[in-house]
């Protein structure tokens, strides 16, 4: 069974940092394109940034220049660095591990931007 377990959510205040990590277990980690995604109250569901197997990287334009996504295969773990928040960056960010047709999310972990 496939599961995506998150942390690193929190309260902090804006211009500040967090790093999320999500933790995949029962599969081969290492093959699997990985993202995170957000939702805020009130609002789809989007994308924030995603890796591929190959390191390939990809940003929302909201989030450029300030998070960085990471993986580390050893670990079974994908990485989002997040710098300078601010209050629109309020909401739950999702693990994604995506293969071919199979898509798996994990529970989320809420990150507040509040002062």
């Known amino acids: 069974q496939v599961q995506l377990v998150e942390s690193g959510g929190g309260l902090v205040q804006p211009g500040g940092s967090l790093r999320l990590s999500c933790v995949v277990s029962?599969?081969?980690?290492?093959?699997?394109?990985m993202g995170w995604y957000r939702q805020a109250p009130g609002k789809q569901r989007e994308l924030v940034a995603t890796?591929?197997?190959?390191?390939?990287?990809n940003y929302a334009d909201s989030v450029k220049g300030r998070f960085t996504i990471s993986r580390d295969n050893a670990k079974n773990t994908v990485y989002l660095q997040m710098r300078s928040l601010k209050a629109e960056d309020t909401a739950v960010y999702y693990c994604?591990?995506?293969?071919?047709?199979?898509?798996?999310w994990g529970q989320g972990t809420q990150v507040t931007v509040s002062s």
């Open positions: 029962g599969t081969i980690f290492s093959i699997y394109a």
């Open positions: 994604n591990a995506a293969l071919t047709s199979s898509v798996f």
């Open positions: 890796i591929t197997a190959g390191y390939n990287t």
